[in-house]
């Protein structure tokens, strides 16, 4: 009898696996997944559809409680990440793990050194990163520190890391979060390098684009089990969508005009803003941007580079050292968060968790917090509980938040539920100014789409909208204008138009516009307009 050539080449396959937690938590219900050798397989899902749990199991951090892993068709025990490696699995982390002080190639063999007399041979090491590095294509300098190395090539020396061990399957966790649209590119051409090779890559990713232009198959995970799986080239991003939310979406489509360049006066206008660090290096550096009434001004950059430092001063928390910001002719810079708010300002937080939120309070405490000072939530300073109820209860059903009611824990709903409470107390007082700080971010694809609806049809409703996102395609697709954060400073402005790629050259810092900070005073005249 012949063996069923599909079953021949499935380097991983989970038969009817199932994980509960000890407290109770079904993560995996009966799970039947196949991978092929020599294949890029997506895990998609929405948040806590049990994607990570599935990672686990294959990195021996966590137990089926039931069901079998196989690994090229024998049924293999993974107990610990040991054991996994020693199978020939290999795990990069979304939060890489690499010591900064230590070289490329002392990352690279950590834990498996070659030594002579028991110290780390040094030449040996880096002469086998080496050739780890050539044989499958991943250009990085052995000898480079790692302290000295971008997020992108960080992420190689963690691939690498695991090629040395002798993976042949690596796991990747959402890879390109941290990445720019080049780095990303880069991945995707060296995971490509590896497969051909014959090589298996799983990866768990939120971005319809790596499933439907890099992956050559995908399985769909909700609620623990899996509910669809394919070939990425058989669907297209609607019916992807609606593989993973379980019901279609009507694509958000948003007009886009400038309004300042149609030479609207500024409803929002910040001026020669810098922050310096304690240790009195620039944190924000002589930053001018203006947004119209009815703009959504988007800030692109990679992580870190001053997002959260410029919301904390655009929104009254921080004062600069430099410039003011001004909110229809009010000074809110170095106000308080108070005077910011009363002049029209809201802000919805980066780290809603600890800054726009209260986990433990209920739903309707938070729903107020930062209203409390508006009647007639507070009459003489006592809060009316009624009025507050009433409040939750509205925007729980205005915002569609599902949750038992306005009495429960905000701490206990899902990313996307808890966000749309912060945003929706945030629109409730009409703002004429909002600054959205990572607004969608760990919030499942059709609680993303309903938040960006909303920001749009602020925006539509006369308000100025500041976006900070390190989602590019967020960016783009919201804003009318476009400005691009790196280093603390505004390297350049686009009036739409700009391609992703561009973008990402100007948020590594490899291209910047001249004088791009003052671009704005004059925001359509020569190379800004795109
Ligand atoms: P995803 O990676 O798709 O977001 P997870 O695998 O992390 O999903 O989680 C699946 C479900 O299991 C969620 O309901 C989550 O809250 C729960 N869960 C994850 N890890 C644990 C744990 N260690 N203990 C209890 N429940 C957990």
């Given amino acids: 009898m012949m063996m069923n050539p599909e079953h021949e080449t499935l380097r991983v396959e989970?038969?009817?696996?199932?994980?509960?937690?000890?407290?109770?938590?079904?993560?995996?219900?009966?799970?039947?997944?196949?991978?092929?050798?020599?294949?890029?397989?997506?895990?998609?899902?929405?948040?806590?559809?049990?994607?990570?749990?599935?990672?686990?199991?294959?990195?021996?951090?966590?137990?089926?409680?039931d069901g079998s892993i196989l690994l090229d068709g024998e049924v293999r025990q993974l107990r610990t990440p040991a054991e996994a490696?020693?199978?020939?699995?290999?795990?990069?982390?979304?939060?890489?793990?690499?010591?900064?002080?230590?070289?490329?190639?002392?990352?690279?063999?950590?834990?498996?050194?070659?030594?002579?007399?028991g110290l780390l041979d040094q030449r040996a090491a880096i002469e086998r990163v080496r050739a780890v590095s050539r044989r499958f294509g991943l250009e990085v300098?052995?000898?480079?520190?790692?302290?000295?190395?971008?997020?992108?090539?960080?992420?190689r020396v963690e691939i690498l890391k695991t090629l040395y061990r002798g993976a042949s399957l690596i796991l990747l966790d959402e890879p390109t979060a941290v990445l720019t649209p080049?780095?990303?590119?880069?991945?995707?051409?060296?995971?490509?390098?590896?497969?051909?090779?014959?090589l298996t890559v799983l990866l768990i990713t939120h971005k319809l684009s790596e499933v439907l232009d890099v992956s050559d198959r995908f399985t769909v995970l909700r609620g623990g089990?899996?509910?669809?799986?394919?070939?990425?080239?058989?669907?297209?991003?609607?019916?992807?969508?609606?593989?993973?939310?379980?019901?279609?979406?009507?694509?958000?489509?948003?007009?886009?005009?400038?309004?300042?360049?149609?030479?609207l006066p500024a409803l929002f206008s910040a001026r020669g803003i810098g922050l310096r660090r304690p240790d009195g290096r620039a944190q924000l550096n002589d930053i001018?941007?203006?947004?119209?009434?009815?703009?959504?001004?988007?800030?692109?950059?990679?992580?870190?580079?001053?997002?959260?430092?410029?919301?904390?001063?655009l929104g009254g928390l921080r004062a600069p050292d430099h410039g003011r910001a001004l909110l229809d002719g009010q000074v809110v810079t170095g106000a308080g968060v108070r005077a910011a708010r009363a002049a029209g300002l809201a802000a919805i937080p980066e780290d809603r968790l600890h800054n726009g939120v209260a986990a433990d309070m209920s739903i309707a405490d938070n729903a107020i917090a930062g209203?409390?000072?508006?009647?007639?939530?507070?009459?003489?300073?006592?809060?009316?509980?009624?009025?507050?109820?009433?409040?939750?209860?509205?925007?729980?059903?205005r915002y569609g938040v599902a949750a038992r009611g306005p009495e429960q824990a905000i701490g206990a709903l899902s990313g996307g539920n808890m966000q749309k409470i912060v945003l929706g107390r945030e629109l409730d007082g009409a703002p004429r100014f909002l600054i959205a700080s990572q607004p969608t971010r760990g919030v499942d694809l059709g609680a993303a789409q309903a938040l960006r609806r909303y920001l749009v049809e602020l925006r539509d409703s006369g308000a100025a909208v500041l976006l900070i996102s390190s989602d590019l395609d967020e960016v783009l697709e919201l804003s009318d204008r476009i400005a691009v954060l790196s280093q603390g400073e505004i390297v350049g402005h686009f009036n739409g138009g700009a391609s992703a790629a561009e973008l990402g050259a100007y948020m590594t810092g490899a291209r910047r516009q001249a004088g791009a900070a003052a671009l704005l005073d004059s925001p359509f005249s020569g190379e800004v307009a795109a």
């Fill in 182 to 198: 080049s780095e990303a590119q880069a991945l995707f051409t060296a995971l490509r390098a590896l497969t051909a090779q014959g």
């Fill in 288 to 313: 001018s941007i203006e947004i119209a009434a009815g703009e959504i001004l988007g800030i692109a950059g990679v992580e870190g580079n001053g997002q959260g430092a410029l919301a904390d001063v």
């Fill in 14 to 65: 989970l038969r009817a696996v199932s994980k509960r937690y000890p407290n109770g938590t079904l993560a995996s219900d009966g799970v039947n997944l196949q991978v092929r050798r020599g294949e890029i397989h997506a895990l998609v899902g929405e948040n806590g559809a049990g994607k990570s749990t599935v990672m686990k199991m294959l990195y021996g951090l966590e137990q089926p409680s």
């Fill in 371 to 397: 209203a409390y000072h508006r009647q007639p939530l507070s009459r003489l300073g006592w809060l009316n509980a009624g009025a507050t109820q009433d409040m939750a209860r509205r925007l729980m059903a």
């Fill in 141 to 155: 300098d052995p000898r480079a520190l790692v302290a000295g190395l971008s997020l992108g090539e960080q992420q």
């Fill in 85 to 117: 490696i020693a199978a020939g699995i290999g795990l990069v982390p979304q939060h890489l793990q690499l010591l900064p002080s230590f070289t490329v190639a002392q990352n690279v063999v950590l834990g498996s050194e070659p030594s002579r007399f």
């Fill in 225 to 263: 089990r899996v509910t669809g799986h394919d070939e990425a080239r058989a669907v297209d991003a609607a019916r992807l969508t609606e593989m993973i939310v379980g019901r279609a979406l009507a694509p958000l489509q948003v007009e886009h005009s400038s309004k300042r360049g149609l030479g």
